[in-house]
């Protein structure tokens, strides 16, 4: 967003002829994301919200919405300007972007809307797109057939049918204009998901999702999230979605996580004209207020009192500002939450503002990918606020691919802390995307040797543990070493060889968090899953002085230990010492590799036999080194990962069982775990420019493997297979198939010829 100021600000520069249409993203958490969207009227950063102009009522005119607020698109409705003869004849003869006095980015509306609220309109469906081609529009809209809410399943499939039989012509009419291709279906999943498959395969420029006013007019956000997570997924990631209507700022964090980048509503005008001001959590009439709810710029000098003496014109104006100030702060800190990694925890926060919000998000967080609910003797139930926002009806349990689409686009590890925020911790997709890894790719000792039978939980405070455990750890590593030692977390068990791991570690929450004793029954759960669940289970609080003696005494109890006292494990060798403390330093590295790049528990095991490390001051690995001195990784201290440098790239480029991708098969439900590191296969053209480290861009991609994921280590190699260098994914095998401009790979290092 660009900075408010006074004055005016200078018009847009075009883009590139070659760029016309095409978006790009920029950063990305998760779902949510920033782009830019190149047109001839400049580049629109998303996201965006473009205020609602209605040419024969401007509360702010376009001009100072251009110059004062740097909004850099707005949206108007071609059907009123080609009713009125007069505005319809400025707009022929002078260009729409004249008659609105707008230099920026012009979208218009096609009457879709006037025939929701009115019953029908009076212009044919070629005829519309034609007048709006005419005017300059940068970004036309279909006339597509509005579905209500109250309409049943068979009038919404004639709804949805109709607007897939007008896309053809509509875009045969719009020629080189952009064209929103509308996303119809009303409140039925399978009629959203076929509207968004069919309109997504015709070469559309934006799609908006339609028919969610009814929807938000009546507070029913739960259905708002369903009509999101049927539509979004199933639509091409290179095109911007547009939320039809949307406008209130308490809707944009979910919104946005859910993967919308445009917004559009005359609410920060039609509430001023009512008195009634927006805010993130809601709306307040003018006529209560004391105080500002927020103190937006243009109230800094006035007080609401003040404002409620003015004239009837100058007071709307005045709100309509301030509530268009407050829409663009609450973007603002979407924007801002998308590139600290936080728009999801902005989500959370702002679904406490309205208990409609509230259940929209419990059940978007809680049922799509945990169906198991007994309906049995429902209305006997006490049920909390999670549970009642489970789905009752014909639907329930039919969400799991959606939520899974949000899941596996999340970047883990991440850096910065993770604020505990109750059972919605537990649900967060970057924890739960963070949680399947470990749990498809980390793997127990296979070790026939002493302790192999028993898994020690360590729990009872927060990290780092290794300032409390690593002694204890050196001596377990030598008298059990086939023994698991897992910490209990918040969030679930982690390998003591991941212990500085994020977001596991970085839970940032009360005492009483990590004081809970772990349910040995939730364990038992937990190790199931990890290939543990016949072990004997031994508990051990680390609070506290004396853990080394606690474990080693609960061991011994326990048979782990048979005639070995706690003296007898000190170790005073410094040989057993140095020993244990190198096969610890291995297990680390190793069980990193296998998690964050992919690799075979075993395949590691060999390429680490001979290696060293190289260490801080405190003892921290630097870098690891191969049996021949070759460096290949480095761990980050910022988030427990690992950065691999271009020999390591070299060695583990040789690790391959599996035939190079040829095209972009999208990822199954079958386990894609110990295959490697994703690999970009890149065009000639693109060759020389990544062996000089210089990043991969879409449109230069051939193919790539289905588990590829942002944030992930990938390879990028030449349609033979030979290693170009490595990087850091910036997509989804989507969206690499789909972009054709922006980085695709953020590359780390080239590889020589």
């Not at 002829?17 to 779902?31: H, M, Q, S």
């Not at 401007?58 to 698109?73: F, L, N, Q, S, V």
């Not at 799991?400 to 505990?420: L, T, Y």
Request: hydrophobic share 35%; glycine share 8%; aromatic share 6%.
């Amino acid at each position: 967003m660009a900075a408010w100021r006074d004055g005016p600000r200078d018009d847009p520069i075009p883009c590139r002829e070659a760029d016309a249409g095409l978006f790009e993203i920029t950063a990305r958490d998760g779902r949510g994301r920033l782009g830019k969207l190149h047109t001839q009227h400049g580049i629109l950063e998303t996201p965006a919200l473009l205020p609602v102009i209605n040419p024969n009522i401007r509360t702010i005119e376009p001009r100072e919405m251009w110059d004062r607020y740097g909004i850099g698109a707005l949206i108007t409705n071609s059907y009123i300007i080609w009713k009125h003869e007069h505005l319809k004849s400025i707009a022929i003869s002078e260009g729409v972007h004249s008659l609105l006095n707008f230099p920026g980015v012009i979208m218009s509306d096609s009457g879709t809307f006037q025939s929701y609220i009115y019953g029908d309109v009076e212009v044919g469906v070629e005829e519309i797109v034609q007048f709006q081609c005419s005017i300059g529009v940068d970004i036309a809209t279909m006339l597509d057939v509005f579905s209500r809410p109250d309409m049943d399943e068979k009038e919404v499939e004639l709804c949805v049918k109709e607007t897939i039989q007008r896309a053809p012509a509509s875009l045969d009419a719009a020629g080189s204009t952009m064209l929103n291709g509308p996303i119809q279906g009303g409140l039925f999943k399978h009629l959203r998901t076929e509207s968004a498959q069919k309109m997504g395969q015709l070469d559309f420029s934006v799609h908006p999702i339609g028919g969610i006013v009814p929807v938000m007019e009546r507070h029913m956000y739960k259905d708002y999230a369903k009509i999101m997570l049927s539509s979004i997924p199933y639509l091409p990631p290179n095109r911007p979605v547009h939320m039809f209507g949307c406008g209130h700022p308490m809707l944009f964090p979910m919104s946005i996580a859910l993967g919308a980048d445009l917004f559009d509503s005359a609410a920060y005008a039609l509430f001023a004209r009512d008195g009634r001001l927006l805010t993130p959590w809601g709306t307040q009439k003018i006529a209560k207020l004391v105080e500002w709810p927020e103190r937006m710029p243009c109230v800094s000098s006035v007080t609401p009192s003040e404002v409620r003496e003015m004239a009837e014109k100058e007071r709307t104006a005045l709100l309509a500002r301030y509530n268009l100030e407050v829409t663009l702060a609450e973007l603002d800190r979407c924007k801002q939450a998308i590139r600290d990694g936080t728009i999801w925890r902005l989500a959370e926060r702002r679904s406490h503002q309205h208990p409609a919000l509230r259940e929209a998000f419990l059940w978007l967080s809680t049922s799509p990918h945990n169906a198991k609910f007994d309906l049995k003797n429902l209305e006997e139930l006490v049920l909390d606020d999670r549970d009642a926002a489970k789905d009752t009806d014909h639907p329930a349990g039919k969400w799991e691919d959606a939520w899974n689409w949000i899941v596996k686009a999340q970047e883990s590890p991440r850096k910065g802390g993770e604020p505990w925020g109750g059972e919605d911790t537990i649900v967060r997709p970057h924890i739960i995307s963070a949680q399947n890894t470990l749990k498809s790719r980390w793997r127990p000792r296979e070790k026939s040797q002493r302790g192999d039978d028993s898994v020690l939980i360590a729990y009872g405070t927060s990290g780092p543990w290794r300032e409390r455990l690593s002694d204890l750890m050196l001596r377990l590593e030598h008298h059990c070493p086939g023994l698991e030692v897992m910490i209990h977390t918040p969030i679930g068990l982690l390998p003591y060889s991941l212990e500085d791991l994020n977001p596991f570690t970085h839970i940032d929450g009360p005492k009483w968090l990590w004081r809970r004793k772990p349910l040995t029954l939730q364990v038992r759960h937990e190790l199931k899953q990890y290939g543990m669940d016949n072990r004997q289970i031994i508990m051990v609080d680390m609070l506290g002085d004396g853990i080394q003696a606690r474990a080693i005494h609960a061991l011994a109890e326990n048979g782990v230990l048979d005639g070995i006292s706690d003296t007898d494990t000190q170790l005073s060798d410094s040989k057993d010492r140095s020993y244990s403390l190198l096969s610890l330093r291995r297990r680390h590295v190793a069980d990193k590799m296998a998690l964050l790049m992919n690799l075979n528990h075993k395949w590691i095991s060999t390429l680490l036999e001979e290696s060293s490390f190289v260490v801080n001051r405190l003892g921290r690995v630097k870098n690891v080194l191969l049996s021949d001195g070759t460096h290949i990784v480095s761990p980050r201290l910022t988030d427990g990962g690992l950065s691999i440098t271009n020999d390591g790239a070299v060695a583990i480029h040789n690790y391959r069982n599996v035939p190079i991708p040829t095209g972009f098969e999208q990822p199954t439900s079958e386990t894609s775990s110990d295959l490697g590191p994703a690999w970009v296969v890149v065009n000639e053209d693109a060759e020389p420019f990544v062996r000089q480290g210089r990043n991969v861009f879409h449109g230069f991609i051939l193919a790539c493997d289905s588990w590829i994921s942002p944030g992930d280590t990938c390879l990028i190699v030449n349609q033979s297979g030979e290693l170009l260098g490595h990087g850091i994914s910036n997509g989804t095998v989507r969206d690499m198939e789909t972009f054709q401009k922006g980085v695709s790979v953020k590359t780390r290092g080239g590889i020589k010829e």
